[in-house]
């Protein structure tokens, strides 16, 4: 026995897993990469991604506007997602106004491109495809935690196995 018990005693036993993600620096950190994947995707579209879009071949132009709409897409939902998160830990939103966004914003399971058409397309949108799809799989995970709304139970020693472990460590020290 490890001389923990994980029944509870009351509410304060429980750590809200959503509470404290959205208050974390790893959340944070979350926040400042998706976003800035955001605003990468965007640039490189409306630049880069533009010139790059006319020098692929016949075959490719379709699979290119398709795949930029779907990571544009992608990456809608991953920045609603993102500041409705925000907004809680912020104290602007409670969880359950969240709750009621995220089902105006769905985080719906992103099809995969067809292996035939993605290589078609320039290596520098497949690297933010690749990395949006990163991301988003990263966030459903993470949702799909928060939206569990079961606490996770901080184990709690038991006042028996308190004693027992205090009875044990006498007696160890009485035969040395």
Do not use: C
């Not at 620096?25 to 990468?40: P, Q, T, Y």
Request: aromatic content about 6%; cysteine-free; glycine content about 6%.
């Amino acid at each position: 026995m490890n001389g923990f018990d994980v029944t509870f005693r009351d509410d304060r036993d429980w750590v809200d897993f959503g509470k404290t993600y959205v208050n974390s620096e790893a959340f944070k950190a979350l926040f400042r990469d998706g976003m800035m994947l955001v605003e990468e995707t965007a640039a490189y579209l409306d630049g880069e991604g533009r010139d790059e879009s006319r020098l692929v071949s016949r075959d490719a132009t379709l699979s290119y506007a398709a795949e930029s709409m779907r990571l544009t897409t992608l990456l809608m939902q991953v920045a609603s997602w993102l500041l409705v998160q925000r907004a809680v830990a912020e104290g602007e939103m409670t969880p359950a106004e969240a709750l009621l966004e995220k089902h105006r914003v769905k985080l719906g399971a992103a099809e995969p491109p067809k292996p035939e058409d993605f290589t078609l397309l320039p290596m520098r949108l497949q690297q933010l495809i690749l990395r949006a799809r990163r991301l988003h799989a990263r966030i459903l995970h993470l949702d799909s935690l928060i939206a569990e709304d079961r606490p996770t139970p901080v184990p709690v020693e038991s006042p028996v196995a308190a004693q027992q472990g205090l009875l044990r460590m006498a007696f160890r020290l009485g035969d040395a």
